[in-house]
């Protein structure tokens, strides 16, 4: 008898393969016993829900749902990389272009030409010009200036405020309790509520003025 059949007759230097009974793929009853404890331990939990928020992509307008606490993300639509994190513009900064889903802040000591800004919410306080487009709310306060194309779904110029914005500003709808200077154009209404003024032209759905508002110019429906 040879070195190799001596081997394969020995039962302690056999290697046999598994076998599953049939082509189901099914492990052997033994063999599926003692798989089981460890398939247990991988038993997984279900994901928390993570909370969503929606955003209009900045690149192609359209919406899309991304995680709350996202810092980043990208575009399902047109795959565009969007930032999302929170801005403050400092006075003098070098970065004047501003592209965030999140919300800009300019405060009073800033005055900047040549500013570019694509946000959700953001504040002006300070003087700026170039092109700023809020796709939530344009907060204004203080002395704050704006100069240049100028675009917000809403406008808020805060009780108190001498803003000014040159030539125009065209948005949603506004609404004034501080004293707006410059041309304003909504596609819906325009509340001034008491104490607050608008020195110039409007072009609105609609104009709601409050007991004690005032309005210097002239007033045109934007339906005609
Ligand atoms: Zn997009």
Known sequence: MSDLQQASADP?????PLEAPGASGYLPQNERRRRLPFAREYVREPLPEVPMREVLCYECGRSCQIPKAALSAVCPHCFAHLNAVNITVRPGTHHLQVRTLGDVKIPASVELSQLHVVCHNLAVAGCVKGSLRAMGTLTMQGHAEMEGQLSASKLVVLGGAHAKVSPGISVDEA?????????????????????????????????????GAAHEGTWESATS
């Not at 302690?12 to 046999?16: F, I, L, T």
């Open 175 to 211: 609404e004034l309790s501080g004293c707006l200077t410059g041309r304003l154009h909504a596609k819906r209404e325009v509340r001034i509520h008491t104490h607050g003024k608008l020195i110039g032209h409007c072009k609105a759905a609609s104009l709601q003025l409050a007991h």
């Open 12 to 16: 302690g230097y056999s290697v046999r």
